[in-house]
């Protein structure tokens, strides 16, 4: 990388390497055969930020979205650079409360909808402070929270079975 790489204002990802630029570690000057074939790995910024000036990263508290596979702990990938419409799942502010909601638009009215039966719809009115944030555009879920949270995998678990021990 060059020097002027460390005082660029934002991540510009891994995108300015090619294969040909990773020196391989063959020892005799050939490089292996499968090289012609290698790829790089996935950046997830690449993957799933489209502008990344506007985006921004949310943790979920609540259970106010599990019917659509947002639960409580997941990160949210808020951008707001996107349009806001009909039927999107947005982060709003109402009345001092941040929600995380699908937004239904109708002729001169809002609603924020909950994808949980237990919580009623929120009408915005004129009379309510809201600020809509952004619109969700993915969700992290990890599926076994043990494996972030600092569970060291060892060999040999206390029942003589591997495992993780936390």
Request: net charge negative; charged share 20%; aromatic share 8%.
């Amino acid at each position: 990388m060059t020097d002027n790489m460390a005082y660029t204002p934002a991540y510009r990802g891994s995108k300015d390497f090619t294969q040909h630029q990773v020196p391989t570690a063959n020892a005799n000057g050939f490089g292996a055969a499968a090289d012609d074939y290698m790829e790089r790995g996935i950046d997830l910024n690449e993957q799933l930020i489209m502008n990344k000036p506007a985006t921004f990263f949310f943790r979920m508290n609540g259970d106010a979205m599990t019917e659509v596979g947002i639960h409580s702990g997941d990160v949210l990938i808020v951008d707001r650079s996107v349009a806001i419409a009909s039927g999107k799942i947005i982060v709003a502010v109402v009345n001092g409360e941040l929600l995380v909601r699908r937004l239904q638009l109708n002729f001169n009215r809002a609603t924020l909808l909950a994808e949980n039966s237990r919580y009623a719809p929120i009408e915005i009115t004129e009379f309510s402070e809201q600020y809509i944030w952004g619109v969700i555009t993915c969700v992290i879920h990890v599926l076994e929270a043990g494996l972030l949270s600092g569970g060291v995998i060892s060999k040999i678990n206390g029942r003589g079975t591997k495992g993780i021990h936390y």
